[in-house]
């Protein structure tokens, strides 16, 4: 059984850096495509980024330029380095991992394999 488990959440000042690992185990992690979702309150979850198996990287246009994911297959670990936060980044932020063959990497029906989310709050 495949487990994620995100961490790295907190309370930031605006401005500020944050960075979320997530930690794959029970299965195979190279070879997936890995993606970051997030969900702030009363809104939709929604795409943030995704990066492929071989290290090919996505992002939605709300966080492009301030967001980078990586992967460290020999880790087992995928990671999302968050730059100069805004107070609409505050969400709970999910990593995922991608069904093989979908290339509709945005949307959460391509996933079958979520951690249970990290808090990220930005402060002013």
């Known amino acids: 059984q495949v487990q994620l488990v995100e961490s790295g959440g907190g309370l930031m000042q605006a401005g500020g850096s944050l960075r979320l690992s997530c930690a794959a185990s029970?299965?195979?992690?190279?070879?997936?495509?890995m993606g970051w979702f997030r969900q702030a309150p009363g809104k939709e979850r929604e795409f943030a980024a995704y990066?492929?198996?071989?290290?090919?990287?996505y992002y939605a246009d709300s966080v492009k330029g301030r967001f980078t994911i990586s992967r460290d297959n020999a880790k087992n670990t995928v990671y999302l380095q968050m730059n100069s936060l805004k107070l609409e980044d505050t969400a709970v932020y999910y990593c995922?991992?991608?069904?093989?063959?979908?290339?509709?990497?945005?949307?959460?029906?391509?996933?079958?394999?979520w951690g249970q989310g990290t808090q990220v709050t930005v402060s002013s």
């Open positions: 990066i492929t198996w071989l290290g090919t990287t």
């Open positions: 029970g299965g195979t992690f190279s070879g997936y495509g």
């Open positions: 995922a991992r991608k069904l093989p063959g979908s290339s509709a990497y945005t949307q959460q029906a391509a996933y079958n394999y």
